[in-house]
């Protein structure tokens, strides 16, 4: 399998991190059009077996488009030797997955003080207290009076001890206002993800899971971080924004105050690239949501409602020199008109 996929000498699993460009996607996608076709014939199947031939990238950019489409529809039955390799792909996967958690729960057996290992683990996300379908938000008020809102596709938990106000986001993005504890002495507030702990000085802000990192936007008061595996903490003020990984902290930059317009059901693009505005709408709706490289830097101005992410398709459409191509239901992309 691993002289399948690999290329140039790459280990699979590097392989599989490399990211197909948009031209190959999108043949992938056309290809699964043709194949879950009635009229599929054997030399549109034999043509597709010859392009997955062509290039270890096509049969990663093949991966992708059937790992997006067994979410939604399954593929018509034919003999699939490159739908087989997918399914070892996935098995491949599942097995790293299974030794992760393995070492983490040794790590735990054995009474590490590792603070990843006391972290968030998959079963959490999916158990957590707090949780949102995608394209879903929801406003929630803690036993304090502290206010949360939560994003599309998020989990979290609150923790409420005799010592600390804990919130633990496992997933997705939120948005707090704080409230007085009532409590005395009145008790921290503490928001934890993977990378870190971000303790809130009376505050609203907003925190967000990304992949490897967590981004933090303070809008009112303070909030200082620290992150995971110790290093020099940095208190983030009112109007600034970071992102940090387990290691350490960015550089603060100026916070961008419509980050938090989803909590209002809306998002708002301030001379934002196309392509940034469909990547922050494809949190909001199911399926793939590409954008062409030969449209991705035109400006969009405006406000959206984010209860109807399709409405927002057709009026990018309208006014700008663009095309929305839906390939198939679940797989949508902008491309020059």
């Not at 599929?40 to 489409?69: F, K, L, N, T, Y």
Request: hydrophobic letters at 40%.
């Amino acid at each position: 399998m691993s002289s399948i996929l690999a290329e140039n000498g790459k280990p699979l699993d590097e392989a599989l991190r490399s990211k197909p460009d948009f031209k190959v996607l999108q043949q992938a996608a056309e290809w699964f059009a043709v194949l879950r076709s009635a009229s599929v014939s054997a030399s549109d199947v034999q043509q597709w077996r010859d392009w997955c031939d062509a290039d270890s990238m096509h049969r990663i950019a093949w991966a992708r488009v059937e790992e997006i489409s067994g979410r939604f529809e399954q593929l018509p039955a034919v003999d699939k030797p490159h739908t087989r390799a997918t399914l070892d792909i996935a098995a491949q996967r599942q097995r790293s997955r299974r030794r992760a958690v393995k070492m983490l729960t040794l790590l735990c057996t054995a009474g590490s003080a590792s603070w990843l290992a006391s972290q968030v683990m998959p079963w959490q996300a999916w158990s957590a207290s707090y949780r949102t379908a995608t394209g879903e938000r929801r406003q929630v008020q803690l036993a304090d009076g502290s206010n949360i809102w939560i994003n599309t596709a998020s989990a979290m938990d609150a923790e409420y001890g005799e010592s600390l106000r804990r919130i633990r986001l496992y997933a997705g993005e939120i948005l707090i206002q704080t409230a007085h504890d009532s409590n005395t002495p009145a008790r921290p507030f503490v928001v934890d993800t993977l990378q870190g702990r971000m303790r809130a000085l009376g505050t609203r802000f907003s925190v967000r899971q990304l992949d490897g990192a967590s981004h933090l936007a303070v809008y009112e008061g303070a909030v200082e971080v620290s992150p995971a595996d110790g290093g020099e903490t940095k208190v983030v003020r009112a109007n600034q924004q970071v992102r940090f990984t387990a290691q350490g902290i960015d550089e603060v930059s100026p916070a961008q105050f419509a980050q938090q317009a989803w909590s209002g059901g809306m998002l708002v693009a301030d001379n934002m690239r196309l392509e940034d505005l469909l990547a922050e709408l494809s949190r909001y709706r199911r399926g793939h949501l590409g954008c062409d490289p030969a449209v991705a830097d035109l400006r969009v101005v405006g406000a959206y409602s984010l209860n109807d992410p399709e409405r927002i398709l057709t009026a990018l459409e309208a006014t700008l020199p663009i095309r929305i191509r839906r390939t198939m239901s679940w797989w949508v992309v902008a491309e020059a008109r």
